[in-house]
């Protein structure tokens, strides 16, 4: 989008370009519970699914034609584009939920997976969508007037078609129905009676999501303006080059996924190691942060460069000093190192941390309705992802990327802390349940073991 948004308004600032990353998430964070609360209420998913389709191919519309509108309005109209598809985007918890309510306890983890693999993949394979488009340039087709189909447009005008083929598949082919779905008038011994919920758990799951959406916002957010300081790249090899990184990560992020979705998501289930999985995921997020943090260790410096284009404009690449003041005594991350941890390193961890607390949140949830429970998991990645991009633009903008990615560290270090220390609180109610009787029984057993004992040395 940055590049994007450059080209047709180039006095726009990476700040204001964080708040439309943001709005995105406060849609979502906004509409995530209501379209829970709603699939509940109805116990239907068609008219949400249906109400963020049109939202969607309403705002993708809009995104694909703001040359229409004036220069020094179309920042405003991206803002408002990024916050209606965001609003579209709280389908997300909808889809999610009945996956888990749609599918017998045996067979939720992959029907989870399956849902949230599609998401996780859509993270990673969306920005690296318009590098398939790359060759068109800009402008690239003119359709009409200021209307082009080029390599910043395309990705909307594809969106905008799949967004109607999906309207169509709803209404047509998909069959809603449920089961295992627990309810609160059922008297016969055969109904499914409603799991009690670990709100401790809930809450920690909860606020890992929170964290990992604050950390996958920092790639979201500044990773093509990282990449355009740090390599010198211009706003076109912005869009080739780390399109290529992001098409690498949606490779071993889609291999990931499939990974999950024929064998490791129902491992993990069967065997309750959603909790070692998560752990492992946020550790390699932490481990991304350390290889790509600039350090002073790194032999080179930033560099910048003013061009001549087309003989007539002036394009700055690199990393400005009059721009970002921090530039001097900043050091360039090894190229090669950096497309590694994006490819590999954090293409991994995202289907690592996000997958297993999926899986894990659900059965937290048991028997339950799930849509506004979902809905509020959700809400509050939206939220993150709300006030990320401000924080994170804000703070590359003054302090460039040591402070930003030390901010990074210390999330991530926190959250790990705590899944460490409360490790064995992070389970569904009847798990904690079991434990605790077989703690219980255990010390029994063990005082009626030393009482036979002392029992028996008396009598000798």
């Not at 600039?294 to 009059?322: D, M």
């Amino acid at each position: 989008m940055w590049p994007y948004l450059n080209t047709i308004d180039p006095s726009t600032t990476a700040t204001f370009f964080g708040f439309i990353t943001a709005s995105f998430s406060l849609g979502q964070a906004i509409t995530s519970p209501l379209f829970g609360f709603w699939m509940n209420k109805i116990k239907s998913v068609k008219p949400p699914l249906t109400m963020s389709l049109v939202m969607m191919m309403t705002s993708n519309l809009i995104y694909a034609s703001m040359e229409l509108f004036p220069q020094a309005n179309r920042r405003y109209i991206m803002l408002a584009a990024r916050f209606f598809i965001g609003m579209a985007a709280g389908d997300v918890a909808v889809m999610r939920a009945y996956a888990a309510t749609a599918s017998i306890p045996k067979d939720r983890p992959r029907a989870v997976v399956i849902a949230g693999s599609s998401w996780t993949l859509g993270l990673t394979l969306g920005p690296a969508f318009p590098v398939i488009f790359s060759p068109l340039g800009y402008p690239g087709w003119k359709l009409f007037g200021h209307l082009h189909f080029d390599m910043y447009t395309a990705p909307a005008w594809v969106s905008l078609v799949n967004n109607v083929i999906s309207l169509i598949l709803l209404h047509t082919i998909f069959h809603e129905a449920y089961v295992g779905v627990a309810s609160k008038d059922a008297k016969s011994d055969s109904a499914i009676q409603q799991t009690k919920i670990n709100k401790f758990g809930v809450f920690i799951c909860i606020l890992t999501r929170f964290a990992l959406l604050i950390v996958f916002t920092n790639n979201e957010t500044i990773g093509s303006l990282f990449s355009m300081a740090m390599y010198n790249w211009t706003n076109a090899q912005a869009v080739k080059y780390y399109g290529l990184i992001q098409v690498g990560q949606a490779a071993i992020d889609f291999i990931m996924n499939m990974l999950f979705i024929v064998w490791l998501g129902q491992f993990l289930g069967n065997k309750k190691l959603e909790r070692l999985a998560t752990i492992f995921g946020l550790s390699l997020m932490l481990v991304f942060h350390l290889l790509t943090f600039p350090w002073p260790f790194w032999p080179n410096k930033l560099k910048y460069s003013i061009n001549q284009v087309n003989g007539t404009a002036t394009e700055i690449t690199g990393c400005y000093t009059q721009t970002y003041s921090w530039c001097p005594s900043t050091h360039q991350v090894p190229l090669v190192l950096y497309a590694f941890s994006m490819i590999v390193i954090m293409a991994i961890a995202l289907a690592m941390a996000f997958l297993p607390i999926n899986i894990l949140y659900c059965k937290i949830l048991g028997n339950n309705r799930q849509g506004t429970m979902t809905g509020i998991l959700f809400m509050a990645g939206s939220i993150a992802r709300t006030i990320g991009p401000i924080i994170v633009s804000s703070l590359f903008d003054h302090f460039g990327p040591e402070v930003t990615w030390g901010m990074e560290i210390l999330v991530l270090g926190a959250t790990i802390s705590i899944w460490v220390v409360f490790y064995r609180k992070i389970i569904p109610y009847d798990e904690a349940e079991s434990i605790q009787s077989d703690e219980i029984s255990s010390k029994k057993d063990s005082f009626t073991s030393s009482k036979t004992d002392s029992t028996f040395v008396e009598r000798l």
